[in-house]
């Protein structure tokens, strides 16, 4: 017998292996209404309404009201797919690899013989899942024999199906198949009960994936799609996914000349223009002037390292994978460096310490290099060399409290800086297997979690999802459109210390081993100005933008003076641009729109008289008539305060 704490129904025991469907029944008997259940969350996980129920906890039902429902949906939908893709191209042309469901939809990797699928296909599949759905073909779960299941797909040449079964199923575990109509798919679930509870989808995009992710293996087509339960809801993602496009970094770099990645370069190797090296460097110097008032030591590491290295710290063994290939030189083995963290292992060990130096706080803006598979490369999103905004705090276990509270304290001053104010924070805690005492991982964890809370904000605990050396703090930013973005990450070490033998000396004359704490802000600096720019639309905050003003005279009788202007903005500090093309004024103020330029001021026969400049911006327009000195004025207190405000 299983108990279950049914959400508004109370305590029930039932015999093991019972489903929703049959607890449903079963309080359908005592006279209880239950309306629209599509599934349930058994301790958190959502099942479907044929899951056999194997193990006591809480169960919820499930309606389309409760968002944990959207997985049944789109992971019924990704099935509705193959389906079709089945109908249309043959039972025995296609093969079916894995098809899981995505934050906002799912997507399924097929290989289509004698066909490569192109976008044109997508609304001709689309229109066969809307028929499979007007069907409602009840979606039934089977669990079969490990020899039945693999003589089912052998039947079927569904090769990859096979492939699951003989290399990442255990043999203790239940196989599970799932039916609707005519169409079989090797699958754990969860669904919806029919085809017909489908709700409104779209299939947007096609890709390749190598099976199971490795090269070497077949290049499979994956073909993604987005749902959700209403057609308003899909509408207003899809209009999200349309901003998104107008708001592409890729796009815009292009477009501002802020960077560019080449073939001839390497993909994944970002090449930053004249504009994009001064947003850069605004945000390099405020980021180093903010380190520095709050104790950070400032330091510089190579971009290689010596094997050894990092055989000791452990990359070699472990991270290898996600290097590049080794370098001999002089019949030593170097590697570009993938992490800062041993060189700054190296500067705290440079000479002995005591208890009275920690914590000792070292950053660096450093430059890293991993190797990412070219599938995954995705502008400055997605690189193979970036710049961390690193720091590693070495401190003693009564600074350790403190220390994180001072972290999260600058991860939310920063990020507030650039106009963020929604955050998703995530403490992620002890996994199975593990380094370190349990005393210093309960010291860790509290701490991280008091630090959080002494900040005010709302956090979930994944429990187990720390790395092993140590537990950690993510922090997400949310965007203009909504999307989380991944940042800021405070993570303890209890590894690299025992692999380098750090320690201080206490005030007992002792050894001690220092807490260390890896820490990042933007996490790289590549990665950051692709999220601001998507954010902003490359409208950027007046003390980011590469070219702050615009000067536009009116006509050629006007450029003197514009140039006079210039010089005196220039003076007082500020990036300016005159626009000496023989154009029209309208062009000229659409343009510096386009360029996302903040301000344009327009300058004629009554601005030379006056000594004045006429003010517009995009966002209000003409803004009126100011004097050179009271637009600078308002120009500084803005870069000053770095306001968001034009």
Excluded at 156 to 178: A, C, M
Excluded at 194 to 201: D, L, P, R
Excluded at 549 to 567: F, G, L, S, T
């Amino acid at each position: 017998m299983i108990e279950l704490n049914i959400e508004k129904f109370g305590n029930y025991s039932f015999e093991e292996g019972v489903t929703v469907r049959d607890i449903i029944t079963a309080l359908e008997g005592e006279g209880k209404k239950i309306k629209g259940v599509v599934g349930a969350a058994l301790n958190g996980e959502v099942i479907d309404v044929h899951t056999p129920i194997r193990k006591s906890g809480t169960l919820k039902f499930l309606t389309k009201k409760d968002p944990e429902s959207l997985e049944l949906l789109r992971h019924s939908l990704a099935h509705i797919m193959a389906q079709a893709l089945k109908e249309l191209y043959g039972d025995e042309n296609v093969h079916l690899g894995i098809g899981p469901t995505t934050e906002h939809g799912f997507y399924y990797d097929v290989e289509v013989e004698g066909k490569r699928l192109t976008e044109e296909d997508l609304p001709v599949i689309e229109e066969k899942m809307k028929e499979i759905i007007n069907r409602n073909c009840p979606i039934e779960r089977k669990e079969l024999p490990r020899d039945e299941a693999l003589e089912l797909f052998e039947k079927k040449r569904e090769i990859y199906k096979i492939d699951i079964i003989k290399h990442q199923i255990p043999e203790n575990e239940p196989i599970s198949v799932y039916t609707q109509c005519e169409f079989v798919d090797l699958c754990r679930g969860p669904h919806i009960p029919s085809t017909g509870e489908a709700g409104a989808f779209k299939l947007i995009s096609l890709a390749g994936a190598y099976w199971r992710g490795k090269e070497g293996n077949p290049m499979l087509q994956r073909i993604y799609g987005v749902a959700f339960w209403t057609e308003k809801e899909l509408k207003k993602y899809l209009h999200m996914l349309e901003e998104a496009k107008k708001r592409d970094h890729r796009k815009l770099g292009k477009e501002l000349e802020l960077f560019i990645i080449t073939e001839d370069v390497g993909g994944g190797l970002a090449l930053w223009l004249p504009k994009g090296a001064v947003i850069r460097n605004e945000i390099e110097n405020a980021w180093k002037q903010e380190h520095i008032k709050r104790g950070y030591q400032l330091v510089y590491t190579p971009h290689v390292g010596k094997e050894q290295l990092w055989k000791t710290s452990g990359h070699v063994d472990f991270y290898r994978e996600n290097m590049f290939p080794e370098m001999q030189i002089e019949e030593e083995g170097y590697f570009v460096k993938p992490m800062n963290c041993p060189f700054h292992v190296e500067i705290y060990k440079s000479k002995q310490r005591s208890y009275k130096e920690l914590p000792i706080r070292l950053a660096e803006l450093g430059t890293v290099y991993r190797y990412e598979r070219s599938g995954v490369l995705h502008g400055l999103m997605r690189v193979r060399g970036f710049t961390q905004d690193d720091a590693h705090i070495i401190c003693r276990e009564d600074q350790v409290e403190r220390e994180i509270q001072g972290v999260l304290e600058l991860v939310l001053d920063t990020l507030k800086s650039y106009g963020f104010d929604e955050f998703q924070v995530f403490l992620s805690t002890r996994p199975e297997k593990s380094v370190g005492d349990d005393r210093m991982w309960e010291v860790a964890t509290q701490s991280l979690r008091k630090a959080i809370e002494s900040v005010g904000l709302d956090y979930e605990i994944d429990e187990g999802g720390g790395a092993f050396y140590g537990p950690k703090i993510d922090v997400k930013i949310k965007d203009a459109l909504g999307r989380m973005w991944q940042c800021s990450t405070v993570q303890f070490d209890f590894n690299l210390p025992e692999r380098f033998d750090m320690y201080y000396i206490g005030e007992d004359n002792q050894r001690h081993r220092p807490y260390m704490i890896h820490r990042a802000i933007f996490g790289s600096i590549e990665r950051f100005i692709g999220v601001l720019l998507e954010h902003y639309a490359g409208l950027l905050p007046l003390w980011l933008s590469p070219v702050q003003v615009k000067i536009i005279p009116i006509a050629d009788a006007h450029i003197q003076y514009a140039r006079e202007v210039a010089e005196k903005l220039k003076e007082a500090g500020l990036r300016v641009e005159v626009d000496e093309r023989n154009e029209r004024m309208n062009k000229k103020i659409r343009d510096a729109e386009i360029q996302k330029i903040p301000y344009m001021l327009v300058v004629g026969d009554k601005e030379w008289q006056t000594g004045t400049v006429s003010v517009r911006t995009k966002k209000k327009g003409n803004m009126g008539v100011f004097t050179v000195d009271e637009f600078i004025d308002r120009a500084k207190h803005i870069i000053k305060t770095k306001s968001l405000e034009l």
